[in-house]
């Protein structure tokens, strides 16, 4: 199974773009940190991920505030079918409240 689920925040976006195809697209970058649990022993976790948003939710991934706290729910696939790099494809996601 490929799915992930990542709480992060929108670092970086691009402008709504369209595939060849005609298929709405948005790529940016997440940008996640917290503190997890390896073999017992608690540790910082900092990293930022290539991600997009394709079809229908390529509108809301746009629309989404940078720097604002979201769940984001997808898969991982190679950049391009040459490529080692992967990708985040996002097919959902909801803003948290972080209580700010």
Same mark, same amino acid.
Do not use: C, W
């Given at each position: 199974?490929?799915? !992930? *689920? !990542?709480?992060?925040?929108? /670092?970086?976006?691009?402008? *709504?773009?369209?595939?060849?195809?005609?298929?709405?697209?948005?790529?940016?970058?997440?940008?996640?940190?917290?503190?997890?649990?390896?073999a017992g022993i608690?540790?910082?976790?900092?990293?930022?991920?290539?991600? !997009?948003? /394709?079809?229908?939710?390529?509108?809301?991934?746009?629309?989404?505030? *940078?720097?604002?706290?979201?769940?984001?729910?997808g898969f991982l696939?190679?950049?391009? +079918?040459?490529?080692?790099? *992967?990708?985040?494809?996002?097919?959902?996601?909801? +803003?948290?409240?972080?209580?700010?």
């Amino acid at each position: 199974m490929n799915e !992930l *689920l !990542l709480v992060a925040s929108i /670092a970086e976006r691009d402008s *709504l773009r369209y595939t060849p195809a005609g298929i709405p697209i948005v790529s940016g970058i997440l940008q996640h940190g917290s503190q997890q649990m390896e073999a017992g022993i608690a540790r910082q976790v900092e990293f930022e991920m290539s991600a !997009l948003a /394709a079809g229908e939710i390529s509108s809301r991934f746009a629309d989404a505030e *940078l720097g604002a706290v979201h769940q984001f729910r997808g898969f991982l696939a190679r950049k391009n +079918r040459n490529s080692k790099a *992967l990708v985040f494809h996002i097919i959902d996601f909801n +803003r948290l409240d972080t209580g700010a």
